[in-house]
């Protein structure tokens, strides 16, 4: 498959804004996408365009049926260097999503090197601060044109990408947590386990409930017992128990993060005692009482590390520690957002610079 780049006119090409606290996070695109279509059992004619809007008729399939999928990751710009962070397992993952949501896998070496492509014609619309980034959406949706459950027979892949600021304006503070024990996010054996567009709508209600009591995020619990802390918002979750650090397992309803497991290898590095293991909210709420647990924090591509202030459980806050950012979670924020410029040493091979240029 050949690589097909049209560049956008002089005239047309976009005001890149301001790379400041306005920036916000996915609200901007850039002038260029990638873009390829699935017919007939194949990807065909990939492209570099301009962004444009997309004409799809009403009964396309991913309006009903809801066969869709995503990704998150984000490109870094210092000193003019641009580099990735393990980009190979975000495409994996996509590829594992299409699997489970029965839709094509796709050549990941192929779409790693057009992203890389895209990522340097729109070198100018990364931001080189500290905590800002090129925000990288790649997406599939079911694009046939039916009303039947049933796989469809045509796909659409792209890639848009965005300036990003930090996740939280308010900057690298603790966030309030609602425990969710009425909704849940996902059982095993549902799609939990994939970045499948569905999961984000399943979880609105829930955070919405959150907000009445104050939290922006949601705790969500195990969907069969409610016994068992799974993940928060859309971040996997880690609580500090002195001594040992713990995220639950990989169960089959927890989104498998690239952050989770950069952080387990990251802190396994450093000797610390790291479980991957059942975590009851029980044991949890116990700990943060007892003083046992003294931090927690979720971890995904957007936010990075987002320190836990309080947990509201049943109608009960639960305060943990002194409520501020605690000591691992500031050192991981540090490290991880120093790697991914290039600016640590890549003991764990982490990191990609992009070296191919227009
Ligand atoms: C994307 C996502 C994560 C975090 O994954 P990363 O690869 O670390 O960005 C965690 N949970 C859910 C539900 C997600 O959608």
Not at 181 to 209: I, P
Request: aromatic share 12%; net charge neutral; proline share 4%.
């Amino acid at each position: 498959m050949d690589l097909k780049i049209t560049k956008v006119s002089k005239e047309k090409k976009k005001v890149i804004p301001v790379f400041d606290a306005n920036l916000g996070f996915g609200r901007i695109f850039s002038d260029h996408m990638f873009i390829m279509e699935h017919v007939d059992g194949e990807w065909i004619n990939p492209r570099i365009e301009p962004y444009h809007d997309i004409a799809l008729s009403p009964s396309a399939m991913v309006f009903h049926y809801g066969q869709g999928i995503f990704e998150g990751m984000k490109a870094y710009k210092r000193d003019g260097e641009l580099y990735l962070f393990r980009p190979q397992k975000n495409l994996e993952r996509m590829n594992n999503s299409a699997n489970r949501l029965v839709m094509p896998n796709f050549d990941k070496e192929f779409v790693l090197d057009a992203i890389k492509k895209l990522v340097c014609l729109e070198s100018e619309w990364i931001p080189d601060t500290k905590g800002y980034a090129l925000y990288i959406r790649p997406t599939m949706i079911a694009t046939e044109t039916c009303l039947g459950v049933r796989p469809s027979n045509r796909y659409l892949f792209y890639v848009i990408v965005g300036p990003v600021g930090p996740y939280y304006s308010k900057g690298f503070n603790p966030v309030d947590i609602f425990v969710s024990d009425q909704y849940v996010r996902a059982v095993r054996g549902g799609v939990g386990e994939a970045k499948a567009m569905g999961n984000y709508a399943a979880s609105l209600l829930a955070q919405k409930e959150g907000q009445k009591h104050g939290c922006s995020q949601v705790l969500w619990l195990d969907g069969v017992e409610r016994k068992y802390v799974e993940e928060v918002g859309a971040m996997n979750i880690f609580a500090y128990f002195k001594e040992e650090l713990v995220t639950p397992m990989l169960s089959g309803s927890i989104l498998p993060g690239i952050t989770r497991d950069s952080v387990i290898k990251i802190t396994k590095e450093w000797g610390m005692k790291v479980s991957e293991r059942l975590l009851p909210i029980d044991e949890l709420i116990n700990g943060i009482s007892s003083g046992k647990v003294t931090e927690v924090f979720g971890v995904g591509t957007a936010a990075v590390i987002s320190p836990v202030g309080k947990l509201v459980y049943k109608g009960e806050n639960y305060q943990i520690a002194d409520g501020k950012t605690g000591q691992l979670s500031k050192k991981l924020f540090d490290y991880i957002t120093s790697l991914q410029i290039g600016l640590q040493k890549d003991t764990l091979g982490f990191v990609e610079k992009i070296d191919f240029r227009f």
